[in-house]
């Protein structure tokens, strides 16, 4: 158990839906990042944040979006929802400091996205 | 811009025999690699990284790296493998630009007893 938890672990629904995943860091943790792991395209980066505010961009889509509160918990928002976004969505959480390029990514157990 | 790339999209081995799993890099400056492992239906799992030091790198359930520089490449090895290694392996590198990590695309790992 890596310590990041993210609900639901599955979700269906239909096209042009929205939907929120969320994800719980490890205790301590204030950098909280968002991978879509889909089978043609591996496993991609979203997005990161720390501490509240967004600190890079990955391959994002506009229709994506997320947020991390002063809990530090965070939220992925995906809106007008496209057969193509079902995959399966983690995210992972790490220490951020000095030595913080140093440290691994530890990742929750996901959500399946299933669009109809 | 750091990449990792792994030539290999599967790997078969027998159990009992080395596996290697390979992995090749490509960054500016220094780099910070690591390995992970995804099991059926779960979240990628830690298994060892390198940041400096000693090119042979230990991680948890007997794996181990070989970092070279000369060659660009940290391919992930274990001397003895179990039919229970069969995984999805992904090798990754942290961008120092803004401190994500990028992944390889992967190789899948079968150990047929």
């Known amino acids: 158990d890596s310590g990041v938890t993210q609900t639901p672990k599955h979700l269906i629904t239909a096209t042009g839906q929205r939907v929120t995943l969320r994800c719980s860091p490890r205790s301590g943790d204030l950098s909280v990042y968002w991978y879509q792991q889909s089978l043609d395209q591996g496993l991609q980066f979203l997005i990161h944040?720390?501490?509240?505010?967004e600190r890079a961009k990955g391959n994002i889509l506009e229709r994506f979006s997320a947020q991390q509160f002063p809990d530090l918990h965070s939220e992925l928002n995906l809106s007008s929802l496209e057969l193509g976004d079902s995959a399966l969505y983690f995210c992972?959480?790490?220490?951020w400091g000095v030595g913080s390029i140093y440290n691994e990514q530890f990742f929750g157990p996901g959500t399946r996205l299933t669009v109809l | 811009a750091q990449s990792v790339a792994q030539p290999e999209d599967q790997v078969n081995v027998a159990e009992g025999n080395p596996l290697t799993v390979k992995c090749t890099y490509s960054v500016s400056g220094n780099p910070y690699l690591f390995w992970y492992v995804q099991y059926p239906n779960r979240g990628l799992q830690f298994l060892l990284k390198y940041i400096t030091g000693d090119n042979l790198v230990k991680g948890s359930y007997g794996f181990e790296a070989e970092f070279n520089k000369s060659q660009t490449s940290f391919h992930l090895k274990k001397p003895s493998a179990l039919v229970s290694d069969s995984a999805l392996y992904f090798c990754a590198v942290r961008d120092m630009n803004n401190n994500d990590m990028r992944f390889g695309a992967g190789t899948r790992l079968t150990v047929k007893p």
């Open positions: 944040y720390y501490n509240g505010e």
């Open positions: 992972a959480s790490s220490v």
